[in-house]
């Protein structure tokens, strides 16, 4: 059976052409138009789409953030996609963590936004090449950060060290699992404090965690 598509968003001449050409893909049973929170509240309790398009022109960012974390509470089937105003990167992770499965940037074109339905109906997430490469910038960024923080890379023996400090492991476990003196495990978790530029271990897991070093 086909789909149902909800359409959140204004003006109303953009939304009945977006609908009208849609309607020619066959890709939908019935599409609706919701240009308010109040006409949107109602039509999801009456008759729950299986996909919703949220726009950026009718509600602010956090407005934004507040009804998604609302719809997919209550309606947890809803594919919720996206049309953002080029959000930055931490924005749109907010949004995927709040449930959303497709973003898509205002600038993108009827192709792409055909690809990302396509995506969800193979129950697949759909970011747009805008977004994806705002996402390549800015995690190329961290990872010139991180190794401006970290001078000269662990050694094998740091790594090992690393791991076990993580896992909960005191000097003195360390030295007896790796049959060394504590006086060289010392030295090692001195130069590994140095390296990643923190003060004790806490820092260190916090490091291992944001680094995927360890799960």
């Known amino acids: 059976m086909k789909p149902r598509l909800t359409i959140f968003d204004e003006p109303m001449l953009y939304t009945e052409g977006l609908s009208k050409l849609l309607?020619?893909?066959?890709?939908?049973?019935?599409?609706?138009?919701?240009?308010?929170?109040?006409?949107?509240?109602?039509?999801?309790?009456?008759?729950?789409?299986?996909?919703?398009?949220?726009?950026?022109?009718?509600?602010?960012?956090?407005?934004?953030?507040?009804?998604?974390?609302?719809?997919?509470?209550?309606?947890?089937?809803?594919?919720?996609?996206?049309?953002?105003?080029?959000?930055?990167?931490?924005d749109i992770r907010k949004l995927f963590n709040k449930g959303i499965k497709s973003y898509l940037d205002k600038n993108c074109k009827y192709d792409e936004f055909l690809k990302s339905i396509n995506a969800l109906l193979l129950n697949e997430i759909y970011i747009c090449d805008h977004a994806k490469e705002r996402m390549i910038s800015f995690i190329s960024n961290e990872q010139e950060k991180r190794n401006l923080h970290m001078k000269d890379p662990?050694?094998?023996?740091?790594?090992?060290?690393?791991?076990?400090?993580?896992?909960?492991?005191?000097?003195?476990?360390?030295s007896e699992k790796l049959f060394i003196s504590i006086n060289t495990v010392e030295t090692h978790r001195k130069r590994i404090l140095l390296k990643l530029n923190v003060k004790n271990s806490v820092g260190i897991v916090k490091y291992a965690l944001e680094n995927h070093i360890i799960d």
């Open 154 to 174: 662990l050694t094998r023996r740091e790594m090992e060290i690393l791991k076990l400090i993580c896992d909960g492991y005191s000097s003195k476990d360390i």
């Open 23 to 90: 309607m020619q893909s066959k890709i939908f049973n019935t599409i609706d138009i919701c240009n308010s929170l109040e006409t949107l509240s109602r039509h999801l309790k009456d008759q729950p789409p299986e996909i919703l398009v949220m726009s950026s022109n009718i509600l602010m960012f956090t407005e934004l953030y507040k009804s998604i974390e609302d719809i997919t509470h209550e309606y947890n089937g809803i594919k919720i996609i996206i049309i953002g105003n080029c959000y930055d990167v931490i």
